[in-house]
């Protein structure tokens, strides 16, 4: 053993706290007091090396992101940690190496820690504390008459409205990291990704475990009802299986979910509602980039589209201002990988600058407040601006249906539950409803986040927080406002990087697009004519063929008579050019 730091070890025991914190000025304060009372405790070393994906990223898809994402914060992470990695295994020091934010779990004595903590490599060292996920309201009574009418909260944002036009979440794959969920209660279990059919079900790349021990906010005799490290989905509160059930919940009599018709998958982040840093990093990362159930073979392109996420961490549970900015580059990771990241805005609302604890805070989570069915702010939904770290952000971003939300829970019942752990879902459905409508929104995060707010129906407040007037858009109370889905969904058909020539002076004009009847093409060149028009549905199949012109420059093509949706031209001039692009039917 190295006699300096035995050296070390002795003159720490003999200190009082202040004198620890002096020799340890590389470790959090918490962090440090654990060490006081413990010798062996659970810990995060954070490496100076970050990644940096502020600037836009030459990809034009989902998967491309993804996979450019996660190859740089793995090799930036295997660079950065090899040498303490090595040091930890010569040892055999429980460890847990992580990629989405550069970072390894450690639980050591001080000896060891003083040894990373000197490292050039590291940064500095904070405790791995529990962290408690948003207190919500249970309304005690278990319903038990159903009806096969859509929940309120669905029809307050016009869901079913955008069922109407034919779209539900098809194509789309919706990620929760919660208390887990109990996958095969009626409403969830067909819409599980890992479900196959009623013999065969493959939990890889669909389920994960983050939950490894019992968490020390339990006694040991107070085991965890689920287990641990469990194959197989589970839910040990009813609080995620509630929240799943909000975004993609169905069977023949139960229209709870915005998105029915989308794919989930999970992970469990929290013991009965106490999760830690780690185990929320460990679902961020699987999210990014689900593996097997062994935790190999991950594959950037089983991630989902959006997340939804129904916790926080407060300065009391172990987050302060000096480790908010890995949760927030998690987040920023996330986004640049083509992830819509929801948060829920918490529920400690009525006064002003309420949204206080991660994710909530950061510029880049998608924060939401909750709304009754009268239409009014919820009490309990917290207000903005974000003052805690000195950004007077403007949060919340929107706001949602939040208040005695009734959906599935753990044993297969119905409950109605209260708080912006229900009205998160609610928005991460809409994003699947808007990508189901128009795929080329996967992976086009800003341009998702503006369509949500700048459709949402604009709501006013009583309440100026921080010379934001409660009357003005956005505000703190509800943000840009309660969303409209049927509104999104109208922008997500309307949008396309390719629905016609975007060069102002190219030859062919298409317009109106979207249309919800005709559409023109032109030719304002002088010596471009049609020779044929070909338009395609997005099976393939012709729907208009047209090879009878005469030195024509102008075709209007009647869609009246056509389903909603996105249609393909191709369209052939004398010359022997070819002009491609998109249609899009509202």
């Not at 106490?274 to 073979?297: H, I, V």
């Not at 109106?512 to 393939?540: M, Q």
């Amino acid at each position: 053993m190295n006699r300096k730091y035995i050296t070390i070890i002795i003159i720490i025991l003999m200190l009082p706290l202040a004198g620890l914190r002096a020799q340890l000025s590389g470790m959090e304060s918490a962090l440090e007091e654990a060490f006081q009372k413990s010798k062996i405790v659970e810990y995060v070393v954070v490496f100076k090396e970050r990644a940096d994906f502020s600037k836009s990223l030459p990809l034009k898809t989902k998967n491309e992101k993804a996979a450019f994402v996660y190859h740089s914060l793995v090799e930036k992470a295997t660079f950065s940690q090899r040498e303490v990695l090595t040091y930890l295994a010569l040892k055999n020091i429980p460890h847990q190496s992580f990629y989405i934010t550069n970072a390894i779990k450690v639980t050591s004595s001080v000896e060891d820690a003083l040894w990373i903590m000197n490292r050039p490599e590291v940064a500095w060292l904070f405790y791995n504390n529990a962290i408690k996920m948003l207190d919500y309201i249970e309304e005690k009574e278990i319903v038990q008459s159903r009806d096969v009418e859509p929940e309120w909260g669905i029809k307050m944002i016009k869901a079913d409205s955008v069922w109407a036009m034919g779209y539900s979440g098809e194509g789309v794959v919706i990620g929760g990291q919660d208390t887990g969920y109990a996958w095969d209660v009626n409403p969830l279990k067909i819409k599980y990704r890992g479900y196959i059919d009623s013999s065969d079900v493959n939990h890889n790349y669909s389920w994960h475990d983050a939950i490894h021990k019992n968490s020390p906010n339990f006694p040991d005799s107070l085991l965890n009802p689920c287990g641990y490290s469990i194959l197989t989905p589970c839910d040990d509160q009813n609080h995620g299986t509630h929240t799943m059930g909000t975004m993609v919940g169905e069977d023949l009599e139960n229209k709870i979910g915005v998105a029915p018709n989308a794919k989930w998958i999970g992970c469990r982040n929290m013991d009965r509602g106490w999760g830690s840093p780690s185990t929320y990093m460990e679902c961020f990362e699987w999210l990014l980039a689900p593996y097997d159930l062994s935790g190999e073979n991950a594959d950037p392109s089983k991630a989902p589209h959006v997340i939804n996420n129904s916790w926080y961490c407060s300065e009391q549970e172990g987050c302060s201002l000096s480790n908010f900015y890995l949760m927030n580059e998690i987040v920023n990771n996330l986004k640049a990988s083509g992830i819509v990241v929801v948060v829920s805005a918490g529920n400690s609302g009525r006064e002003c600058s309420t949204i206080t604890g991660p994710p909530a805070i950061f510029e880049n989570s998608f924060t939401i407040g909750a709304t009754t069915d009268a239409d009014t702010i919820a009490r309990y939904s917290s207000r903005g601006l974000v003052t805690i770290d000195s950004s007077f952000r403007m949060k919340p971003n929107v706001s949602a249906p939040g208040s005695r939300v009734k959906s599935v829970i753990a044993n297969g019942e119905f409950a109605n539950f209260s708080g912006t752990s229900m009205a998160g879902p609610h928005v991460a459905g809409l994003v699947a409803l808007m990508i189901s409508a128009n795929p080329e929104l996967a992976g086009k995060v800003d341009e998702i986040e503006e369509m949500i707010e700048s459709t949402a129906d604009k709501k006013t407040w009583e309440q100026d927080c921080n010379d934001v007037s409660g009357s003005s858009f956005p505000n703190a109370v509800f943000g840009w406002g309660r969303v409209n889905a049927l509104e999104a969904v109208k922008r997500a058909l309307a949008f396309s990087s390719n629905v016609s020539i975007a060069d102002a002076n190219a030859s062919l004009q298409v317009f109106p697009n979207p249309t919800s009847d005709e559409i023109t093409l032109y030719f304002k060149g002088e010596n471009e004519v049609f020779y044929s028009l070909l338009i395609r549905n997005v099976a393939g199949q012709k729907i208009v063929e047209n090879n009878n012109f005469n030195n024509d420059k102008i075709s209007v093509v009647y869609l009246s008579n056509f389903p909603k949706g996105m249609y393909y031209y191709e369209v052939r001039s004398e010359s022997g050019k070819t002009y491609t692009g998109k249609i899009t039917k509202i």
